[in-house]
């Protein structure tokens, strides 16, 4: 029998089956691979950038050597044994962490954002210009003491050494992906001016009342332009915006102390009737943006919006009301929330404590500036609220070319020129204007400039209105504490280092913007409180609306003397709450404000307090419980005023229900809660927004006060509405019920048991950069959440929410911390996300969960627990 030899030398063919199996495992193999490549290299990029936190590092420019221990949150504990190296460890460490965010807030403080991310940022960019915070923070750093300025050098040297070592993707993950758009950006060296520039971003993020003064005048225009007449307006905005209810809220100071003035050479920045310098003050651009509408919004985001919930809690007790026999004192301050946090922990040692190093310190700071801003010594720990004192006013200038009027002469404007540069763009130069005043802004937003389009009917101004001509042009101008040189940079060592009230009155002294305010406590078993910061006198006006520029009996005429602001020191009750609300009664010597928070969270802390103490002795634990109250006042009120209300549908019914057992806790789990706050939005847009003139529904403490007022008076008039063709109160209410139920069925379902306020009510974490990039892929690397929360709008557990736009979190409780002065080991914090800034870093986020709950982390400070909780030891020492 023969073999065919081509029968035996080919293989058999495969089935087609086969060969697509082949394929199909060829086709896979190959994205496999790429996957696992594409996988590695993201993992590549990203995990270069983390720090090192674990063995030896040499670096030009230290005297000595530095230990840098962290414990199992990343937390480092820095110790040095000089303060150059101290502040130079600190900085280093700070850019090993957060080096990207250091990057641009200095980049958004100096107005040189579109240098980063292109022309999008040049209107932003214009606007921070205008207001000139880097040229005030080149000048602070000018006057600075040698002592000082020698701390802010060593930071920058320890920032810049950190730059040396690293470039692009090393440094962070976002400037892998900033090189896509702009590959030609490489970092500057860090400077003192970069630092302290931050400080006004932050006063800017507390500014005060400038929103509301401008929300009154625009709506005084608009009322003033239909049928109603200016008593009728003047009513109205005083109805809306009404004064603080001091028979019902509590005040911080009720009664003021005697203590020793000051023996220091401590001085109060000199008051200066014109502001700033002719070179700091800056105005209007000549250039037309594409989005000046958005301006402030943009900033907002990049530097904190003063929205729903900013604010803070602050208190203190003393010994004689706890049960070691010591002072007790518990911070949250409320801010804008951000990815990273705005806060930074951090512990600076010197390992000798003399004259030369004097720092035994830990708290927060913030990266990108030296020492720490609210923490403890090894004697004395202070906390920040924000003081809600008026320091900006707005001014309507009469101007004629580059002139404008004052006092019935012309003089001349300022002006100045300054060049944008555009990442991938051409140059823009910019004109800058300003008066005596300060930087003119109307141009710049369209908020502004409607104010300087029609500016008498929101002008605040005694007697009749002066014949102006119709051809004549305005602009608004700012004047603002915080665009005039200041010392708030030393301030914050001097808190660092205070042994005893008086030295802490001397750093609140130095304490001038942002104004804030200062709770004390020490190892003495002494409490005590200080109004710090640069708050002015006026003339004629009160800062309430605009004020004629033209018009010098308008102006500021100096500062408050420090030896007169308001000062509690051991009080008879043994406590001091801070809030927001407002300091003391209206028969204190000086104007402060009209815009005070209107005490609600004061109040509830205040009879929290007073509960527990009248129970037992307070504990540390009841501090932290007493921060995640979440009691809603005004719900408690709405629960009240529906109890008689006929509403339509069975589910209608079946959820107002709820609200008959409901404790008037926002907790995360309540079904209640979801529909309280919901009932809450419906009824606020339903009484003042669904109008054919809407009125504002910002500010939802006001709100409470205004809509209580209102539950007291079935009668008033605003509970009508023809737009919606509801004549009175019950139906209002019933409406807002049936509304209200509408809207969260439609969420959650109909089933009112399945219904929870966490989700409703949840924080999504967003990168300020590229987490808002508008591209998925990229927003999903830097973003995180949601995740659920409790608390809400002007509860104590502040976690704000904007009404009419969505329930989720805006503002939070930026961090926690309860301090025990019988033993600093015992002390607890927390803060909203985590140490690092490294996106996929193991601390990115490690502390949200617990923040959410209401945890709080031990707070390790002695040498002994310090070395019993760190888990990374870093030694950094010098080159060579």
Not at 13 to 34: E, K, N, T
Not at 725 to 743: K, W
Request: glycine share 8%.
């Amino acid at each position: 029998m023969t073999t065919d030899p081509l029968a035996i030398a080919t293989p058999s063919r495969p089935s087609r089956g086969v060969r697509i199996g082949r394929i199909v495992f060829l086709v896979v193999a190959a994205i496999v691979v790429i996957a696992v490549a594409a996988t590695f290299f993201v993992t590549w990029t990203i995990q270069r950038s983390f720090p090192q936190t674990e063995g030896a590092v040499e670096l030009e420019g230290l005297t000595s050597t530095v230990t840098v221990q962290r414990d199992a949150t990343g937390i480092p504990t820095i110790t040095a044994d000089s303060s150059h190296d101290l502040f130079y460890a600190e900085g280093f460490v700070h850019a090993q962490d957060r080096f990207f965010e250091m990057d641009f807030r200095r980049h958004v403080t100096a107005g040189r954002v579109a240098e980063m991310f292109g022309e999008s940022q040049a209107g932003t960019d214009a606007f921070l210009r205008t207001l000139g915070w880097r040229k005030v923070a080149e000048q602070e750093v000018a006057a600075m003491d040698d002592v000082t300025l020698g701390y802010y050098e060593a930071y920058a040297e320890g920032v810049n050494a950190y730059l040396a070592s690293r470039s692009g993707a090393e440094l962070s993950l976002e400037y892998a992906v900033l090189g896509m758009q702009n590959p030609e950006y490489a970092p500057d060296p860090w400077e003192p001016a970069d630092s302290v520039a931050w400080l006004k971003a932050m006063a800017w993020d507390l500014r005060g009342n400038i929103e509301d003064e401008t929300e009154r005048a625009l709506l005084a225009a608009e009322l003033n332009s239909g049928e109603t007449d200016a008593a009728a307006t003047d009513a109205l905005l005083e109805k809306l915006y009404p004064d603080y209810p001091f028979d019902e809220n509590p005040v911080i100071v009720p009664k003021i102390s005697t203590v020793t003035a000051l023996e220091t050479d401590a001085k109060q920045a000199a008051f200066t009737p014109s502001g700033t310098d002719g070179d700091v003050q800056q105005a209007l651009t000549t250039v037309e943006w594409e989005e000046t509408s958005s301006v402030i919004e943009a900033v907002s985001v990049l530097v904190g919006d003063v929205g729903e919930g900013i604010g803070s809690n602050s208190w203190v007790v003393s010994g004689d009301l706890t049960e070691t026999g010591m002072p007790l004192l518990a911070n949250d301050p409320h801010l804008g929330a951000s990815l990273p946090s705005v806060w930074y922990q951090v512990q600076l040692k010197c390992a000798t404590v003399s004259e030369e190093c004097p720092f035994d310190v830990g708290g927060f700071s913030f990266s990108g500036l030296p020492g720490i801003v609210i923490g403890h010594n090894q004697k004395v720990a202070w906390g920040f609220t924000n003081l809600t004192t008026d320091v900006t006013d707005l001014y309507i200038e009469r101007v004629e070319g580059d002139e404008y009027w004052r006092d019935g002469a012309l003089v001349p404007l300022e002006e100045s020129t300054e060049t944008i540069k555009v990442a991938g763009g051409d140059d823009i130069e910019l004109t800058i204007r300003s008066t005596v005043h300060g930087p003119i802004i109307s141009g710049l937003t369209d908020d502004f400039t409607a104010i300087a389009d029609d500016p008498l009917p929101g002008l605040a101004i005694g007697g009749a209105v002066p014949a102006l001509e119709d051809e004549a042009e305005y602009a608004v101008s700012l004047r603002w504490t915080a665009l005039d040189p200041g010392t708030t940079a030393t301030a914050i060592f001097a808190l660092s280092t205070a042994q005893d009230f008086d030295d802490f009155r001397h750093a609140a002294s130095l304490f001038d913007v942002p104004a804030q305010n200062l709770v004390y406590a020490d190892t003495e078993d002494n409490i005590g409180y200080q109004t710090p910061g640069r708050l002015p006198i006026r003339g004629a006006g009160d800062g309430w609306m605009p004020q004629p520029g033209w018009d010098s009996t308008y102006d500021w005429t100096g500062f408050i003397p420090f030896e007169e602001l308001p000062v509690s020191y051991n009080p008879t009750s043994g406590y001091i709450v801070t809030a927001n609300n407002a300091i003391v009664t209206d028969d204190y010597e000086y104007f402060l404000s009209r815009d005070w928070d209107y005490g609600y969270r004061a109040a509830r802390i205040a009879y929290l307090i007073e509960r527990r103490a009248a129970a037992a002795p307070l504990t540390a634990e009841d501090m932290r419980d007493i921060q995640m109250d979440s009691e809603m006042w005004i719900g408690k009120q709405l629960a009240a005023a529906m109890g008689d209300v006929e509403v339509s549908g069975a589910g209608a019914r079946e959820a107002v229900e709820l609200l008959r057992s409901w404790d008037a806790q926002t907790t995360a789990s309540s079904g209640a809660a979801a529909y309280a706050n919901v009932l809450w939005s419906n009824l606020v847009q339903n009484i003042f927004g669904a109008r054919e003139q809407p009125l504002p529904i910002d500010g939802q403490a006001r709100l409470f006060a205004v809509v209580a007022d209102m539950l007291e008076n079935p009668s008033d008039p605003l509970w009508q509405n023809a737009e919606l063709d509801v004549d009175g109160m019950e139906e209002m209410l019933a409406l807002s019920a049936e509304d209200a139920y509408n809207e969260l069925s439609a969420i959650q379902g109909t089933a009112v048991d399945r219904w929870n306020w966490g989700d409703l009510h949840a924080i999504t974490l967003t990168s300020d950069t590229l987490g808002t990039s508008g591209i998925a892929p990229v927003e999903a690397l830097f973003n995180r959440g949601p995740f659920p929360v409790s608390g809400g709008a002007s509860v104590v557990n502040a976690t704000g929410w904007e009404l009419g736009t969505s329930y989720a979190t805006t503002t939070v409780p930026s961090m926690r911390m309860v301090v025990d002065l019988s033993d600093f080991d015992a002390s607890t914090w927390i803060q909203l996300t985590g140490t690092s800034g490294h996106a996929f870093h193991e601390h990115y986020i490690d502390q949200t969960a617990d923040w959410a709950a209401g945890v709080q982390r031990p707070w390790a400070f002695s040498s002994k627990a310090v070395d019993a909780a760190t888990v990374d030891t870093l030694v950094l020492s010098a080159a060579g």
